[in-house]
């Protein structure tokens, strides 16, 4: 899944509204997942150890052909048929942290500085 993380307050619901789900992750934290509820599609999601941020879920929006990966993770679950670009992170699992995405993100040149 193509992911953008985004300030907390960064998410807008236009029309309709959105219904939060609690998740339990593989570590025992918990997340909520905002979902459309007529469809279930995730529209986004927050760890709720990690408030000031969500995980919006890029395929949900209009138009994501602009965005380009600067990590992937979870590349041990990569399927064969799957090319990476070499040019990006890369992560077996989650990363230890989010500084090294950030970086790579900032000095691409299409981030914030």
């Known amino acids: 899944v193509l992911a953008l993380r985004v300030p907390y307050r960064g998410v807008t619901v236009t029309k309709g509204e959105a219904k939060l789900y609690v998740r339990p992750e593989a570590d025992g934290q918990k997340r909520n997942v905002a979902r459309c ?3 279930l599609t995730a529209l986004w999601s927050e760890a709720l ?5 969500h995980t919006v879920y890029a395929g949900t ?17 990569t399927q064969p048929w ?9 992560y077996p699992q989650n990363p230890p942290d989010m500084s090294a995405i950030a970086e790579a993100w900032r000095s ?6």
């Open 108 to 113: 691409r040149g299409d981030g914030p500085a």
């Open 61 to 77: 929006l209009d138009d994501s052909s602009a965005l380009r990966p600067v990590a992937h993770i979870w590349t041990q679950d």
């Open 82 to 90: 799957i090319s990476l670009a070499d040019d990006v992170l890369k």
């Open 49 to 53: 150890s990690l408030p000031q941020y």
């Open 37 to 39: 509820p007529n469809c």
